[in-house]
């Protein structure tokens, strides 16, 4: 078996198929991931970066220039857990 990357729609996927299989099978082959991120409660992260936004004064440009890496900090504690909880999700379903 080996691990294929196709595309569907613009977004990447991989699958495991045969040795001997053409890599136009990649979309009938068995699935590896990433997992489906419409999963992921969108509205809720939204929710969550603005409140964050808003906690830790990043209100505007100006707040950015004063504070780099404030914007990363808020949108990957945002965002990480719940991409990771689809990804429990994934394997659980195995």
Do not use: F
């Not at 970066?49 to 404030?70: C, F, H, K, P, W």
Request: with cysteine; hydrophobic share 35%; net charge neutral.
């Amino acid at each position: 078996m080996r691990r294929v990357t196709y595309e569907v729609d613009g977004y990447k996927k991989v699958s495991m198929i045969r040795d001997t299989d053409s890599d136009d099978l990649a979309p009938k082959g068995v699935p590896v991931g990433p997992p489906d991120l419409d999963l992921v409660d969108w509205e809720e992260v939204k929710k969550h970066l603005n409140n964050l936004l808003v906690e830790r004064g990043i209100l505007t440009y100006r707040d950015i220039q004063m504070n780099t890496s404030a914007v990363s900090t808020c949108v990957r504690a945002c965002l990480t857990s719940r991409v990771v909880n689809v990804y429990k999700l994934m394997e659980g379903s195995k």
